[in-house]
């Protein structure tokens, strides 16, 4: 950064990065750096490129992955993450994933991936708008290309899940979440270099919090100014501040707000049994399974017959109240310890909702094996009718055995079973 044009200050820079190179030994390659000027007269600009042998960039560049330039960032330049985003779907959907591993997926690289380029600035709207429609589609259908297809609504996905979502990051609140964070730096962190630039060239004594953006700043610092009404009126701007420390995730929960918890919570939340039947089991108890009688209301299937008996096949008739599937729950229970006569899932889930509140082992071992059930069931439902196999004689087994090592994966219950006999202790 050249305060004045002339050589010699050219020169001392020059001398500047020699005294590093001698000092740690790395060296300068001419050919891997470049010159990005800003307002610098031609004939300036010539004579600090012949004395540093530099040549001269032009914005937009990247830099560690993300594209930086003067004017506001444009749905373009976001091209590269979008096709990173896809590039990474289209490696995903040649392997057979459940809908547990897609969600997995998306909140462990989708979205470190999207919030990596959060942190150094807001995305525009569009952007978002078109990643989370690529991931909403790559959940439901395993495919990049864009589908309506959705069993439950994107924004009830970023619920918390006591409000009955799945947790996953709202891009929207977490982009202004994350300009928070530079909205702070510039309130509290006056020792960082960008800090004291952006209070002497523009701010100039002026608290940020109060400060008015002139049309000729920077687009980043007026989406900073812009986000300011936004964040500063939640509750936890004012605790920042004082304690003198900001966490992303704390402003992000605040945006978000306080979500009306549903009363099911205590059956999916902390519940041990395999990710694909905690979320078959969460699809449940949300009234989403797509079951012949939902079908039929669209048009996508004629035969609405249950496939385990002659019944028309509904939620609350697929579980429990089918007598083959009632026999199976039946006996699970009384495997837990549970001695009852079941009935359809909308008195079998109010049941659940009592019990699970209660404290000890055998609650969570009532959890897995509802999950577990749940999802040995409607996978058998599926196999009979798309590979026309006959119910498995097995399947009580194949159930209490998927529950028995679930168990022996946490320290707490791994003591109440007995793997040599598959039978609680």
């Known amino acids: 950064m050249f305060t004045r044009g002339d050589e010699t200050s050219v020169k001392l820079l020059m001398g500047e990065f020699q005294k590093f190179s001698d000092s740690t030994g790395l060296k300068v390659n001419p050919s891997k750096c470049k010159l990005y000027f800003g307002g610098v007269p031609t004939p300036e600009q010539k004579m600090i490129i012949t004395s540093t042998c530099f040549d001269a960039g032009t914005l937009p560049f990247k830099y560690l992955g993300v594209p930086l330039s003067s004017r506001k960032l444009t749905v373009h330049q976001c091209r590269p993450l979008i096709d990173k985003i896809v590039a990474k779907i289209r490696h995903w959907t040649a392997k057979l994933l459940s809908y547990a591993g897609r969600y997995q997926l998306i909140r462990s690289v989708l979205f470190a991936v999207t919030t990596y380029w959060m942190q150094v600035f807001p995305l525009p709207k569009k952007v978002i708008k078109q990643i989370e429609t690529i991931c909403r589609s790559f959940l439901w259908s ?16 970023c619920e918390p899940k006591i409000a009955g979502g799945l947790n996953v990051i709202s891009l929207i609140e977490w982009n202004q979440a994350t300009i928070g964070k530079l909205l702070w730096n510039l309130q509290s962190k006056a020792d960082k270099l960008w800090v004291k630039w952006i209070n002497a060239y ?35 701007w004012e605790e920042s501040i004082q304690k003198g420390k900001y966490k992303t995730s704390t402003m992000y929960k605040n945006l978000r707000g306080e979500k009306e918890q549903v009363e099911w919570k205590r059956i999916f939340f902390n519940n041990y049994a395999r990710p694909r039947a905690t979320f078959i089991l969460w699809l449940t108890l949300m009234g989403r399974l797509p079951t012949k009688d939902r079908l039929a209301r669209i048009g996508v299937v004629t035969d609405g017959v249950c496939s385990f008996c002659n019944h028309a096949e509904s939620l609350e008739h697929i579980f429990f109240e089918c007598n083959t599937t009632q026999l199976i729950w039946k006996e699970i229970l009384s495997w837990v310890g549970f001695h009852r006569s079941p009935a359809k899932w909308s008195v079998e889930k109010t049941w659940l909702i009592q019990e699970t509140k209660k404290k000890g082992w055998r609650r969570h071992i009532l959890k ?3 999950a577990e059930t749940i999802y040995a069931i409607w996978r058998e439902r599926n196999e009979m009718i798309f590979s026309q196999k006959c119910i498995d004689p097995c399947l009580k087994d194949i159930i209490i055995y998927s529950i028995v090592m679930r168990c022996t994966l946490r320290r707490k219950l791994n003591i109440h079973v007995n793997v040599t006999t598959l039978c609680l202790e």
Not at 142 to 157: F, H, N, P, Q, T
Not at 212 to 233: F, G, H, T, Y
């Open 142 to 157: 395993g495919k990049d290309e864009i589908s309506r297809k959705a069993l439950v609504a994107w924004e009830r996905i």
């Open 368 to 370: 897995i094996a509802a």
């Open 202 to 236: 523009y701010l100039k004594g002026q608290d940020i919090m109060t400060w008015q953006a002139p049309q000729s700043c920077s687009w980043i610092l007026k989406r900073i100014v812009n986000c300011r009404d936004v964040v500063a009126q939640t509750q936890y």
